[in-house]
């Protein structure tokens, strides 16, 4: 009985944390966006500073018809937004936000792995949008994404390699209870790598030439309205959460801090993860979106050999110090 | 139908069991029961990718086959394959197949000409691999008998250290089959681009499919299809 319950209480802390922190996240943009374009952004709902701007848009996203184009395959169209929601949620089971076996969701053996894989899981939503919608928009957003993410899984991966060969061992748990602060400029490439590959792997500018409104519209979103739509835009948020809490897992050492790590470890988690996330947010205001061909240019000329030079460091610096 | 695949299922599951003495087979565990389940999904899921005729959807039963595949080897305890599974066939290798599929020709709705005269030696062939394969299974794990309550069997440890110690020469005639299956793909694009006119940008890093981008002027009228 009480295993049960240890589980049900694990499940429904993820589950609200799944909830709650992606439209922090959402808000914070709105806000921070319009602060660095002089503006004031959300200032009504909710009364002080527009807090409740999101939470107004979920309604406004409810009432909304649900509509299925004429043309589209229905069932895949209809199934798409969960595939693409659903991953996010199962990661979050893993990452850890404290030591101890207390402050995860689930401890799980090959963590690195089913982080990644499960990841990689939540694109076909967007695919199965792009190709199900019978539009060209969505059909060419569709192709994007799935260019985008075949170019820029490797990288990811080789670096998450990286960290794993540094710690010995692919639990994410492992990683943080091997990290030592010196880690933090050795694998500082495989850091920035990982972090920008991420991001073109979310789409989120300047990487979001499959959502490119300027050319096609919203890309594989374009046919969603409605609660379908919010789900693709949560899933969005989702994953920024996801990549910044696996960021600051992987490479900037989790719940170890200069001082309080002992009781207060989940904070320096949830401190590191909001940084990286404003970093995105950061991004998103400052950068220009690439072109296609840059898009791929970046992962298959620069990201990937950086990411084999960190293999490459990692490993000569792991036998030296045996 | 799905009786017919119960009972394909049902032919082939008492083979290990039956084998296996001081486990019954009347009493199953639970594991032992999810296991069954999960495999006649897979199997159903895979008949249904070669029997669909709307080709995305094919594909996409293919990621409820390989996902199923996972499942399994989860209730193995081999975590690290089933994370792999999904990495490499999920992620990788349908999204590859998906990305083909739209780029060429992806109609919605059934397409007739889906089909080909070879319908039963693909059969003929599909049925002898999986006899040889089941065959190789049953005759190599015969009385094995996974204990799944104790010490995973199929961790990440384990499976690293079976893997460089026992199979070490397996694994790397592998890998070099696998790069030459690289560059092979390789030289192929690079022979169909001198000959045709050269490619979209946004095709390239794909260099598999770069012979299919001559296709895609057709990829236009797909939505016309239905």
């Known amino acids: ?322 | 139908m799905t009786l017919a695949i119960s009972a394909a299922l049902l032919a082939t599951g008492p083979a290990p069991g039956a084998a296996a003495g001081t486990h019954g087979f009347l009493s199953p565990t639970g594991v032992e029961i999810a296991f069954l389940l999960v495999g006649l999904v897979t199997f159903g899921a895979a008949l249904v990718t070669v029997t669909t005729r709307q080709l995305v959807h094919a594909a996409l039963w293919l990621v409820v086959t390989l996902g199923g595949l996972a499942v399994e080897y989860l209730l193995l305890t081999a975590e690290f394959i089933a994370w792999v599974q999904v990495l490499i066939y999920v992620g990788s290798v349908v999204v590859l197949l998906l990305f083909g599929l739209m780029l060429t020709r992806a109609p919605i709705g059934r397409s007739p000409d889906a089909d080909s005269g070879n319908r039963w030696a693909a059969l003929t062939v599909a049925v002898a691999a999986a006899a040889a394969l089941v065959w190789v299974v049953v005759d190599a794990f015969r009385t094995t008998w996974i204990d799944l309550d104790g010490p995973a069997a199929g961790s990440t440890e384990a499976t690293g250290a079976s893997l460089f110690q026992n199979w070490v020469l397996p694994f790397e005639a592998l890998s070099v089959l696998l790069l030459a299956a690289l560059v092979g793909a390789i030289v192929l694009s690079r022979k169909a681009k001198a000959d045709s006119s050269s490619p979209p940008m946004n095709a390239q890093a794909l260099t598999e499919s770069s012979h299919a981008v001559t296709e895609s002027s057709g990829s236009s009228e797909q939505e016309g299809a239905r």
């Open chain 1, 1 to 322: 009985m009480n295993d049960v319950l240890d589980v049900a209480l694990r499940l429904l802390v993820v589950f609200v944390v799944f909830l709650t922190l992606p439209l922090v996240i959402g808000q914070t943009e709105h806000k921070v966006m319009a602060h660095m374009q002089g503006r004031l952004g959300p200032m009504y709902a909710g009364g002080f500073h527009g807090w409740a701007q999101l939470i107004a848009d979920g309604v406004k996203f409810a009432q909304k018809e649900d509509v299925v184009p004429a043309g589209a395959d229905r069932r895949i169209f209809q199934l798409a937004p969960a595939v693409a929601l659903l991953p996010y949620l199962l990661v979050l089971l893993a990452i850890p936000i404290g030591p101890g076996e207390g402050a995860v969701g689930q401890v799980i053996d090959a963590g690195v792995f089913f982080v990644l894989a499960v990841m990689g899981v939540g694109v076909l939503g967007s695919l199965m949008a792009g190709w199900a919608s019978a539009n060209k928009f969505s059909l060419l957003g569709g192709l994007r994404t799935a260019a985008q993410l075949l170019a820029y899984e490797l990288p990811m991966l080789l670096t998450a390699a990286s960290v794993a060969m540094a710690a010995g061992t692919v639990s994410l748990p492992g990683i943080l209870d091997a990290f030592e602060w010196w880690w933090l400029p050795w694998q500082i490439v495989g850091a920035i790598v990982f972090f920008v590959a991420g991001l073109a792997e979310l789409q989120r500018p300047p990487f979001d030439m499959p959502v490119a409104d300027s050319e096609i519209i919203f890309g594989a979103y374009t046919e969603y309205t409605g609660l379908r739509f919010a789900l693709f835009l949560l899933a969005e948020y989702a994953g920024i959460v996801v990549l910044c809490g696996l960021t600051t897992v992987l490479f900037l050492g989790g719940w170890h801090g200069p001082w309080g790590a002992d009781g207060l470890g989940w904070v320096w988690t949830l401190l590191k993860t909001a940084v990286l996330a404003f970093l995105v947010i950061w991004l998103r205001v400052t950068y220009p979106r690439l072109r296609e061909d840059q898009l791929q240019k970046l992962a298959w000329t620069l990201l990937v050999p950086l990411s084999l030079a960190q293999i490459a460091l990692t490993g000569i610096v792991k036998v030296v110090i045996q």
